[in-house]
């Protein structure tokens, strides 16, 4: 009987932070030898670049979703993992991580890894982690389906962000998050500061927890609001329909500015023309003596978020164009 690599799935809503969280758990233990697959819906794809993520078993789908339009490239990047990971072509992973786009409804694609035989036979779905932005979080959830799906999927929600918000209006999201979906365990984190241990063991699938690495930690999971359910995803997802996503992408070039305060500007500027429909934005700014800028923004923020390229980042994109990928709501 082949022994089926683990799949941690990470999804979670624009903006909420799976990023962030992700490139710190690349570096811990629990998933530093993983495989890594990263779905964005745009054309050009950044966030690859900045995990810092530098081996040879990682793939970006760009420019379709996973669970849709994307399914297929999704399939074909795990059995291409597999067959190099099998003759060696690529350095042996443990398991593979897959992050979806901000816009991904998890369910078919949950369904999809279990009922493509390939995959079913060499695969075994780990757990779901769904991450959920603190300072929009009660607006996300009563605003766009797409995010309640990602809840709804979820054996652990990590609300990021925590730093922004009281204690009153995180209990607030707390209380929403046990109605939304009872059976999930909630995990705060604010900088980055929750563990993979501690959000992957509190994620498992039934009848899955045994693709799972026993945990070296008895220590309890403090940041949690209740303890863990079962899910059964084989009859809560197959069948779905095709997801209907409820927003549109463009990419706008940016040529090289003089100096970073003319490119916030510039950014401010574009923010404002877009603020009613404006969901997210991010990609990579030039400035006139080679600096590389990352650009992040999302709804709720004030203004633009920008900071220099590492030097890893630039290697990865110094033949990616400069400008941003928008993604707006579409009109109701």
């Known amino acids: 009987m082949i022994e089926r690599i683990p799949i941690y799935l990470l999804t979670g809503f624009l903006g909420s932070g799976k990023t962030t969280l992700l490139k710190t758990w690349l570096q811990q233990p629990l998933l530093r030898n993983s495989a890594l697959i990263v779905n964005e819906i745009g054309a050009v794809g950044l966030d690859h670049a900045t995990l810092g993520y530098a081996s040879e078993a990682a793939a970006l789908l760009a420019d379709a979703c996973v669970c849709c339009t994307g399914l297929p490239g999704l399939h074909e990047a795990l059995e291409n993992l597999f067959w190099a990971r099998l003759y060696r072509s690529v350095p042996r992973f443990d398991a593979v991580v897959i992050e979806t786009t901000g816009l991904a409804d998890p369910g078919p694609l949950i369904a999809s890894l279990q009922s493509q035989q390939f995959v079913r036979e060499r695969y075994g779905l780990a757990g779901v982690v769904t991450t959920l932005g603190a300072p929009t979080a009660l607006q996300t959830m009563a605003e766009f389906a797409e995010a309640r799906a990602q809840l709804d999927a979820a054996g652990a929600i990590v609300v990021t962000k925590t730093d922004l918000l009281g204690a009153g209006e995180l209990d ?6 046990q ?3 009872p059976d999930a365990r909630v995990l705060l984190s604010a900088h980055g500061s929750l563990s993979a241990e501690e959000a992957w063991h509190a994620a498992p699938l039934a009848g899955t927890s045994g693709l799972l690495p026993d945990s070296s930690s008895s220590r309890p999971m403090h940041r949690s609001w209740r303890a863990v359910g079962g899910h059964n995803t084989g009859s809560r997802f197959a069948g779905r329909g095709r997801p209907v996503h409820g927003a549109s992408t463009r990419f706008e070039a940016l040529t090289a500015a003089p100096d970073i305060d003319s490119l916030r500007r510039s950014l401010d500027a ?3 023309q877009h ?14 003596d080679g600096t590389t800028v990352v650009v992040q923004f999302t709804r709720g923020d004030r203004d633009a978020q920008l900071s220099v390229a590492s030097e890893a980042t630039r290697v990865a994109t110094e033949n990616m164009p400069g400008g941003v990928t928008l993604i707006f709501r579409l009109r109701r």
């Open 172 to 177: 607030a999201i707390g209380r929403a998050l």
């Open 179 to 181: 109605r939304s979906n």
């Open 270 to 272: 574009l923010i404002a």
């Open 275 to 288: 603020c009613a429909t404006l969901l997210r934005m991010k990609g990579l700014a030039r400035l006139v």
